[in-house]
């Protein structure tokens, strides 16, 4: 059974960093697309960054680039995602996303939630003063 397991949100201040992990039971990375979505309240979830596999290619949204970072590790079986510089508009729930490659290549940087077909429950992360 394909599982994934999103943990590491959490309160911290603007500025500030979190680390998230994604770690993946079931399935090995190196076929896998992996993202990671956020949704804030009353608005819609928006895809923030993935990693293809297997040339581990990263792709982000324009409000995270040179913020976070996108990482993955097949020998534990986890995706990784670095944010610093948080700031207040990040607060969301963070969710970590599977696919197959097939699924969303050559697209893969549109971030199309419908491609992904496995989620991880969701991490709150909370960025306030």
């Known amino acids: 059974e394909v599982q994934l397991q999103a943990s590491g949100g959490g309160l911290v201040q603007p500025g500030g960093s979190l680390r998230l992990s994604c770690a993946a039971s079931?399935?090995?990375?190196?076929?896998?697309?992996i993202a990671w979505f956020r949704q804030a309240p009353g608005k819609e979830r928006e895809g923030v960054s993935c990693?293809?596999?297997?040339?581990?290619?990263?792709y982000y949204v324009d409000s995270v680039k040179g913020r976070f970072t996108i990482s993955g590790d097949n020998a534990k079986n986890t995706v990784y995602l670095q944010m610093n510089g948080l700031k207040p508009e990040d607060t969301a729930v963070y969710y970590c996303?599977?696919?197959?490659?097939?699924?969303?290549?050559?697209?893969?940087?549109?971030?199309?939630?419908?491609?992904?077909?496995?989620w991880g429950q969701g991490t709150q992360v909370t960025v306030s003063s």
């Open positions: 079931g399935f090995t990375l190196d076929s896998y697309a």
């Open positions: 990693i293809s596999s297997p040339d581990s290619t990263t």
């Open positions: 996303a599977a696919t197959l490659m097939i699924r969303v290549w050559p697209t893969i940087g549109t971030f199309d939630s419908d491609d992904y077909d496995h």
